[in-house]
Each structure stands twice: as structure tokens, then as C-alpha cells.
């Protein structure tokens, strides 16, 4: 079982940047592919990134390809997604999953091959 905590969101004006962070309880962390998901209101749930166990493969969203980076330290059981160059429509609220075993290209995007999830935290950019 793991357990998923996101944190770092908040109010951030256009341009600007925004680390998140989710930290996972549960000494398989690096059993697990993770991603991170948004989902804006009156929108469906959308991939933003995923990074395999290792995090030597990395997925992304087209919408923030070049913007957004994840990352992940296995040693302190927590994947970051670092956001730069911010846009208003960039505002939704930011989960983390976790996904056991393989993740591909195929896979990474689909929010039902995630088995684990988060609260969420709340990122804005103002115009």
C-alpha cells in the first residue's frame, strides 16, 4: 500500500514557477512509476507527466512539454514537478499517482493503469 501527499501549490502570477512535491509512505516507493495529473473545474482529470522507477524514462504532456520537468528521489521517497513559465491555464488542482510496474508510453497517460492517488494541491497563475 502506498500513501501519497502532494504539497508545494499556491497563487503564482504568470511566468512565474512552482515546485511540487508529493511525499509516499511505504518502503516499495521505488517499485512504483509515478505521474502527475490535473484537473481544472468543469474539466476531465488530464496527464501532465510520469517518470518510471528508475527516472531514467520521463513522460509529458504536450501542453507542458519544455515547461514542466518531474523528477524523483528515491532515497526520500518523493517525485517533484517543476513548473516553469507558468500560464493561466495551467490553474487546476495537481495529483500525484503511483503506478506499480512498467510504465510506457502507452501506459503513462491513462489515469486508470494508476493505482494509488493523492489529495491533491491547488495551483493558480494569475494573468
Known amino acids: 500500500q502506498v500513501q501519497l501527499v502532494e504539497s508545494g501549490g499556491g497563487l503564482v502570477q504568470a511566468g512565474g514557477s512552482l515546485r511540487l512535491s508529493c511525499a509516499a509512505s511505504g518502503r516499495t516507493f521505488s517499485s512504483y512509476a509515478m505521474g502527475w495529473f490535473r484537473q481544472a473545474p468543469g474539466k476531465e482529470r488530464e496527464f501532465v507527466a510520469a517518470i518510471n522507477w528508475t527516472g531514467g524514462s520521463t513522460y509529458y504532456a504536450d501542453s507542458v512539454k519544455g515547461r514542466f520537468t518531474i523528477s524523483r528521489d528515491n532515497a526520500k521517497n518523493t517525485v517533484y514537478l517543476q513548473m516553469n513559465s507558468l500560464k493561466p491555464e495551467d490553474t487546476a488542482v495537481y495529483y500525484c499517482?503511483?503506478?506499480?510496474?512498467?510504465?510506457?508510453?502507452?501506459?503513462?497517460?491513462?489515469?486508470?493503469?494508476?493505482?494509488?492517488w493523492g489529495q491533491g494541491t491547488q495551483v493558480t497563475v494569475s494573468s
Open positions: 499517482a503511483a503506478k506499480f510496474g512498467l510504465l510506457t508510453a502507452t501506459s503513462a497517460d491513462r489515469p486508470g493503469e494508476y493505482r494509488h
